[in-house]
């Protein structure tokens, strides 16, 4: 198990990527599908995330 945390430790230290930036997005659609409840078409819903990736 300490292995693992290991090699996690170092390959978040060796390489630049971070999942922050999706990590942002999943909470804005949990938000926006929180203050959405209640649409009648779940179309309107789908332009609403799209408009959120623009």
Known sequence: ???SAL???LN???YPY???PI????RKIKVLKRS???FQNIHNFFIRI???YA
């Open 23 to 26: 990590e942002g997005l999943n």
């Open 50 to 52: 799209s408009l959120i």
């Open 1 to 3: 198990m300490f292995t």
């Open 12 to 14: 978040s230290c060796r």
């Open 18 to 20: 971070s999942n922050g």
């Open 7 to 9: 090699t996690a430790v």
């Open 36 to 38: 959405c409840f209640g």
